[in-house]
Structure formats: structure tokens, C-alpha cells
């Protein structure tokens, strides 16, 4: 069993990546490394193997983006966003990630998942790390812009468009700056829609 929730992935960076205590995504991967040796046993056919490792690679990248986006797990605040040492803690570790995936041999040939699907499945998280990396003020105006892009789009790139926009609104709501809680202030509410079933709360899974 392959254990993708506590405390493997959702208890790293605590209480910040470069904290001399705090876990990082190699205790994953020591961890995943023996799990996976089972799933390729248990998968004899070459396209079942791929599938199957391939969902474990988006599982992985979606709990790296959980924490990037909702910026807590178990009670902990992960408010390191600011520090350009702890981003490039994570940026290290999401290329550690992809290399795990790849599993290139001795002459650099990806021998486990295609290259094209690892760079496709891991761009978004490598795109909000940077945005999670960005000063407030410049989400701020990030945010806007996705907003104007929405008003303005056909239905395909609103829904689009709208769902960057909600992105950038959860990196707001998790920081405490000025320029968030000004932010906050004159549009946080209606991004949550005033209560459980507003737009981020829909976003994050919290409507039910």
C-alpha cells in the first residue's frame, strides 16, 4: 500500500523546507522506491506497469501541490514563501521527483515514465511554486488580470482563466502581508462566495 496522504507527503516542510528537521521529498522517495518494486511485480503487462506508475506520479505531484496551495497540513503553517532558500529546496525536490519517474539508465534514457508525460504532469506544480515564490503584490495584480481574462473569454478559456484565478486567490488567503489582507479585505468574501459552498471552497473539495 502506497501511502500518499500522512505522513509521507503531507507532513513535509514542516516547519519550513530549510529547517534542519524538516522532511523533504527524499523521505518520500526512499519510502516509494520499495513500494513501487511491488507494483511493477504485481503488473506484468508493460502498459499496466506505466498506468499504474503513472497515477502514482500525478498522486505525488498533486500532494506537492496541496501544499504549495493550501500552505498547512496537520495543523502546521507553512509560511515560507518568502524565503528564496526554502523555494529552492522545493524547485530541488520537484526535479528530484521527475528524476525518480524517469529512472533514466547509465546513458540518460528514460527507462520509466516517457518524458513527455513527466514534464506535462509536473508542469503546473513547477508553474505555482513560482508563483508561490512571487511577493504578494505581484499575485495581486496576477489576480486581477486573470479576472479581466475571465470576463472577457469564451466559456472554454473563462472556466480556464477562472480556475488560475481561484489558484491565485488560495496563495493569497494563506499569507498574512499587507498586500494580501488588503487584498482580503476588498475581495476575499466574495471569492469565498460567504461561506462553505463559495468558490475556493469548491476549489479545495470543502462544498460537501
Known amino acids: 500500500m502506497i501511502d500518499l496522504s500522512r505522513p509521507h507527503f503531507l507532513s ?3 516547519p519550513r523546507p530549510s529547517d534542519p528537521a524538516a522532511a523533504t521529498i527524499r523521505h518520500v522517495l526512499k519510502q516509494l522506491n520499495v513500494s513501487l ?4 511485480r504485481c503488473a506484468p503487462r508493460p502498459h499496466l506497469r506505466e498506468d499504474a506508475v503513472t497515477s502514482i506520479l500525478r498522486a505525488c505531484v498533486h500532494c506537492v501541490e496541496t501544499l504549495l496551495l493550501r500552505g498547512e497540513a496537520d ?10 532558500a526554502d523555494v529552492e529546496i522545493v524547485r530541488s525536490d520537484l526535479a528530484l521527483l521527475r528524476d525518480f519517474f524517469l529512472a533514466r539508465d547509465a ?5 520509466g515514465v516517457p518524458q513527455y508525460v513527466v514534464d506535462e504532469i509536473s508542469a503546473p506544480a513547477a508553474a505555482l511554486l513560482e508563483l508561490a515564490a512571487s511577493p504578494s503584490d505581484a499575485i495581486v495584480d496576477e489576480w486581477a488580470r486573470a479576472a479581466d481574462a475571465e470576463a472577457d473569454a469564451e466559456p472554454a478559456a473563462a472556466a480556464e482563466a477562472g480556475r488560475y484565478r481561484l489558484r491565485l486567490a488560495q496563495l493569497l488567503t494563506g499569507r498574512s502581508d499587507a498586500a ?3 487584498w482580503a479585505a476588498k475581495h476575499g ?7 462553505k459552498h463559495g468558490r475556493l471552497a469548491s476549489l479545495l473539495g470543502r462544498g460537501a
Open 189 to 195: 468574501r466574495a471569492e469565498h462566495g460567504g461561506g
Open 75 to 84: 495543523g502546521l503553517r507553512h509560511a515560507w514563501w518568502a524565503e528564496p
Open 180 to 182: 494580501s489582507r488588503a
Open 12 to 14: 513535509l516542510y514542516a
Open 37 to 40: 518494486g511491488t507494483v511493477v
Open 107 to 111: 546513458a540518460g534514457v528514460a527507462q
